[in-house]
């Protein structure tokens, strides 16, 4: 809905990025920390409807094939490898993926 005002709200996980939420959109912080195994995250958006659109920046100085592989009512999964490999992220790497969905 065009015009709505933006609001705050707090994170799932406790950590206090800055988030806005409109009735056709929703945004966040997601936080990948690698295992050496896992490739994969699943997010939950609120949104209440699959989104036309998911749109995933991260954070990271190395580089990474990134990008939503699934997306439902409640959430969408993110799959994350690296790059040149294909191999899954190194153990304890931390990578924040920015996140925004549009119904």
């Known amino acids: 809905m065009r015009g709505q005002p933006a609001?705050?709200?707090?994170?799932?996980?406790?950590?206090?990025?800055?988030?806005?939420?409109?009735?056709?959109?929703?945004?966040?912080?997601?936080?990948f920390t690698g295992n050496g195994a896992?490739?994969?995250?699943?997010v939950s958006?609120?949104?209440?409807?699959?989104?036309?659109?998911v749109i995933l920046t991260i954070g990271s100085a190395?580089?990474?094939?990134?990008?939503?592989?699934?997306?439902t009512a409640t959430s969408f999964t993110v799959s994350i490898k690296n790059s040149q490999t294909g191999a899954p992220v190194a153990n304890l790497q931390v990578i924040?993926?920015?996140?925004?969905?549009?119904?």
């Open 7 to 31: 609001r705050v709200q707090p994170m799932a996980n406790g950590e206090t990025p800055l988030a806005w939420s409109r009735a056709d959109m929703q945004s966040g912080t997601a936080t």
């Open 96 to 103: 924040p993926i920015d996140w925004i969905v549009i119904q």
């Open 62 to 71: 190395n580089t990474y094939a990134y990008g939503w592989t699934t997306k």
């Open 45 to 53: 958006h609120g949104l209440g409807s699959v989104p036309s659109q």
């Open 38 to 42: 896992t490739t994969t995250i699943t």
